[in-house]
């Protein structure tokens, strides 16, 4: 089966750097996107990787390994506005996005 | 109006009712999706429409009825639900399904079924 594994949830501090992982195992690449969602919100999107290594974007960066099967979302100078919930989706081989069931972040003072 | 718009925010219905939740997209996509989002668990995908076609339908009971009348309005009719459904209703578009696009989502349907 399809399967998409990320932190339940997350704790960091104001200011500092936090790095969220995000595994999966699914039928195919084609893709992996994360998004934002605060809560009450509808998720928006963060940034899109498809080749290995780095996509910097502000204080937003996404790195991927394909062959580890491997994401990670790293964000920076945290703020307290970054306190929401990241989903990491996968887009397979049928084009269809497959979802983890995201990491909440809270950021504290 | 600009990017992605669900009405209503919030909807209770009992169980023998019948509603319908409505998404609209001003951005000139041509795939629409519905998914269900419930409480620390993936987005499920539910139904995807490529310019007013269905073409996918992952498994969702027949009490769930999508209509796509043009690329820019979507439709979701309820009927006969179950306690179970209440979830968070979240409407999606994007240009192209098959492609590389990032998905713009709606606010959102908060449904409670009693």
């Known amino acids: 089966g399809q399967n998409i594994d990320q932190p339940t949830e997350m704790t960091a501090t104001e200011g500092a750097i936090v790095q969220i992982n995000c595994t999966y195992q699914?039928?195919?690449?084609?893709?992996l996107f994360w998004y934002q969602q605060h809560a009450g919100e509808a998720p928006t999107f963060l940034s899109y990787n498809v080749l290995d290594g780095l996509e910097e974007k502000g204080r937003f960066s996404s790195f991927l390994s394909r062959s580890k099967g491997y994401s990670y979302l790293l964000l920076k100078e945290l703020q307290m506005k970054d306190s929401a919930s990241y989903l990491c989706?996968?887009?397979?081989?049928?084009?269809?996005?497959?979802w983890g069931a995201g990491t909440k972040l809270i950021i504290k003072p | 109006e600009t990017g992605v718009t669900q009405t209503p925010r919030h909807l209770v219905m009992g169980m023998t009712n019948k509603k319908s939740l409505k998404c609209e997209q001003h951005l000139g996509h041509n795939a629409m999706y519905w998914y269900k989002q419930s409480a620390k668990k993936p987005l499920e995908l539910m139904f995807v429409?490529?310019?007013?076609?269905?073409?996918e339908n992952n498994s969702v009971p027949s009490r769930f009825s999508p209509e796509c009348p043009n690329s820019s309005h979507l439709f979701l009719h309820l009927h006969t639900l179950q306690p179970e459904d209440s979830a968070l209703y979240l409407c999606?578009?994007?240009?192209?399904?098959?492609?590389?696009?990032?998905?713009?989502f709606g606010p959102g349907t908060r449904l409670t079924v009693t």
């Open positions: 699914t039928s195919g690449f084609n893709g």
């Open positions: 989706a996968v887009m397979d081989s049928n084009y269809q996005l497959i």
């Open positions: 999606a578009s994007s240009q192209d399904p098959g492609g590389f696009y990032e998905q713009y």
């Open positions: 429409y490529n310019f007013k076609e269905q073409t």
